[in-house]
């Protein structure tokens, strides 16, 4: 008899050049976000959106299109490097708060619209300048070690292991809440600067954020609670009142456990390659794996429907069922790195399975992915409108090419793409 198993995708030359030709169909759609200062987000049909006020823009979309464009320049992308650089200066000129030091989560043509600042926008302005500290542009280096200075001082909290939410725009009062959607991005930022800078401290941050995390969603059945007090206590109800809320809604969220999952291999990958008998990694694998399996279990196609519901309640109840183009990004990429880290077929053919959904249901043709679609896998707005960046579906089509460490950029600075 034939063998009639799947092949394998990850690794595979001809799949490694569909993705390549799918990263750089979001590279050219993305590019059309950028405005007078940053990059403003883009509507469903790749335009500016005009329902913002003239020269809107936040500063986590331009930080993560610096991000992505810095990939591309790595790549040798023409007009990915001048993005960059754009990105750079907004940071430089429109963003930057010249009396109390930091970034100003919004802007428009007339200055600053949010002017507080923000643990989960800062974290990208770590990820971003590392990415293009290591694609080499201007004054790169020196953004970067201004976050990373600001990031130290004003976020990260020695004593509870983990970042603080926010602050007022003087510094002057911190939000009380503390969320894990924050501390997550500041451990992707984490480990991306300690790559970037050679300093392994950012690495021993990001493994204490993720002991931390890991330790509730165990508490939680492997559901992680994502909202909590000043003294990091669980809120399971907040926002019981805006379950569908786009950055805190109630409940669970199974493209967030994609996302620790896959952090959390990366960081046991560059533990590993420390080559050092003494660091104690079982965890790391052992969690990401039950984060995994929770949420495959609790949100994929469990409502009648192919597809990820957004997030459950704490029995695993599915709660907002629309779906959401990042989170299957976000399993895209955790099936390729448990593929890699573990060798176990299942997560390649989910990996196979995963992106013919998207095809069927989330590739639009237009280079880019449609955002949201309701449970009838229908194109959506009751959560997210338009098409804000390309962050997510840009590192899904990139993760399966490279090695789980370093991070993507250095790796592709590196020579490591399809190595």
Not at 154 to 170: I, Q, T, V
């Amino acid at each position: 008899m034939p063998d009639m198993n799947p092949p394998v995708w990850i690794g595979d030359a001809s799949h490694a050049r569909w993705l390549e030709g799918h990263a750089d169909g979001l590279l050219r759609f993305g590019s059309a976000s950028a405005i007078d200062v940053g990059f403003g987000n883009l509507d469903g049909e790749g335009r500016v959106s005009e329902t913002q006020t003239p020269g809107y823009s936040e500063l986590y979309v331009t930080c993560r299109m610096i991000h992505a464009f810095s990939l591309g320049a790595l790549q040798g992308r023409p007009g990915c490097a001048a993005l960059v650089d754009h990105g750079l200066a907004s940071l430089r000129e429109g963003f930057a708060d010249p009396i109390n030091g930091g970034w100003f989560t919004s802007i428009d043509a007339q200055g600053p619209v949010d002017r507080s600042k923000q643990a989960y926008s800062h974290a990208f302005v770590l990820l971003a300048t590392s990415s293009a500290t290591v694609a080499g542009r201007p004054g790169a280096a020196e953004l970067m070690n201004e976050a990373m200075t600001v990031h130290l001082e004003r976020f990260w909290r020695e004593d509870e292991g983990m970042a603080l939410e926010g602050w007022d725009e003087a510094w002057t009062q911190s939000e009380d809440y503390r969320g894990v959607n924050a501390n997550m991005h500041t451990v992707e930022a984490y480990l991306a600067v300690a790559d970037a800078s050679g300093d392994s401290a950012w690495r021993s941050r990001a493994l204490i954020i993720l002991k931390r995390v890991f330790g509730y969603a165990a508490d939680y059945r492997w559901r992680i609670p994502e909202h909590f007090s000043a003294t990091w206590d669980a809120l399971p109800q907040y926002n019981a009142d805006h379950k569908s809320h786009p950055f805190r809604p109630f409940g669970a969220t199974g493209g967030h456990a994609f996302e620790w999952a896959r952090l959390a291999l990366h960081a046991r990958a560059a533990a590993l390659a420390t080559g050092a008998d003494t660091v104690d990694v079982a965890w790391l694998l052992d969690g990401a794996t039950e984060l995994f399996d929770t949420a495959v279990t609790d949100s994929w196609s469990v409502d009648g429907a192919e597809g990820f519901v957004y997030t459950v309640d704490f029995d695993g109840v599915p709660v907002v069922r629309e779906r959401m183009h990042w989170v299957v990004t976000e399993a895209l990429g955790a099936a390729a790195a448990l593929w890699m880290a573990t060798g176990e077929v299942r997560y390649a053919h989910l990996y196979a399975q995963w992106w013919d959904h998207a095809e069927t249901y989330f590739l639009d043709g237009s280079g880019s992915w449609i955002h949201e679609l309701g449970p009838d896998n229908l194109p959506s707005s009751t959560v997210w409108d338009g098409k804000s960046d390309i962050y997510h579906a840009y590192q899904a089509a990139l993760i399966p090419r490279l090695p789980l460490t370093p991070t993507l950029a250095s790796a592709v600075r590196q020579g490591l793409l399809d190595a």
